[in-house]
T-cell receptor, first 116, second 114 residues
Framework: NAGVMQNPRHLVRRRGQEARLRCSPM?????VYWYRQLPEEGLKFMVY????????ESGMPKERFSAEFPKEGPSILRIQQVVRGDSAAYFC??????????????FGPGTRLTVL | AQSVTQLDSHVSVSEGTPVLLRCNYS??????LFWYVQHPNKGLQLLLK??????LVKGINGFEAEFKKSETSFHLTKPSAHMSDAAEYFC????????????FGKGTMLLVSP
């Protein structure tokens, strides 16, 4: 059973460009979470999605950031007009969500975004 | 609201000696608590999980943690450190009220010397 897949593993963008980060959850998991890890800090929650629905985006910056999890295909975290402060490691996690109790979230290897 | 405090940013031990990584939490509900490990440039791996069953939780690679409600603590221990344990460790809380986002501590870097 393949784990959570993220690509690319490393992404370099110039200021003002767009960054697209992809996440394929574990087989059978229909819940996806995105986190950002800035240097010297723990992971910060950004957004929680189910298929075709954004459930909680309380951690997403109000501008330039968006996320989707279409019916088919991976979840996408999109950052428009990137700035140097967006440089970070972005982690995706997935869970099966059995309901009634918080599921374990399984993490992908992350995408390390560098903005020049 | 929930929060996690990892009391040490760095812990240094010698190989073969015990490991103690400290974590205190606060939560409005009965929490679920986790420890994750992150090796350099890798993703996070779940070490163990507490979800209101036994208060002493055994995880992978010889690690265990004890949930102490009176002390709001969830410290991670291992009797004998191995060089391969050198990594960053995150204590994580979820408020257990259905789905919820995870709240991470800032991490403790474990250094193991020969």
């Amino acid at each position: 059973n393949a784990g959570v897949m993220q690509n690319p593993r490393h992404l370099v963008r110039r200021r003002g460009q767009e960054a697209r980060l992809r996440c394929s959850p574990m087989k059978g998991h229909s819940h996806v979470y995105w986190y950002r890890q800035l240097p010297e800090e723990g992971l910060k929650f950004m957004v929680y999605l189910q298929k075709e629905n954004i459930i909680d985006e309380s951690g997403m910056p109000k501008e330039r950031f968006s996320a989707e999890f279409p019916k088919e295909g991976p979840s996408i975290l999109r950052i428009q007009q990137v700035v140097r402060g967006d440089s970070a490691a972005y982690f995706c996690a997935s869970s099966p969500f059995s309901g009634g109790q918080t599921d374990t979230q399984y993490f992908g290897p992350g995408t390390r975004l560098t903005v020049l | 609201a929930q929060s996690v405090t990892q009391l040490d940013s760095h812990v240094s031990v010698s190989e073969g000696t015990p490991v103690l990584l400290r974590c205190n939490y606060s939560s409005s509900y009965s929490p679920s608590l986790f420890w994750y490990v992150q090796h350099p440039n890798k993703g996070l791996q779940l070490l163990l999980k507490y979800t209101s069953a036994a208060t002493l939780v055994k995880g992978i690679n010889g690690f265990e943690a004890e949930f102490k409600k009176s002390e709001t603590s969830f410290h991670l221990t291992k009797p004998s450190a191995h060089m391969s344990d050198a990594a960053e460790y995150f204590c994580v809380v979820s408020d257990g009220s259905g789905y919820s986002s995870l709240t991470f501590g800032k991490g403790t870097m474990l250094l193991v010397s020969p």
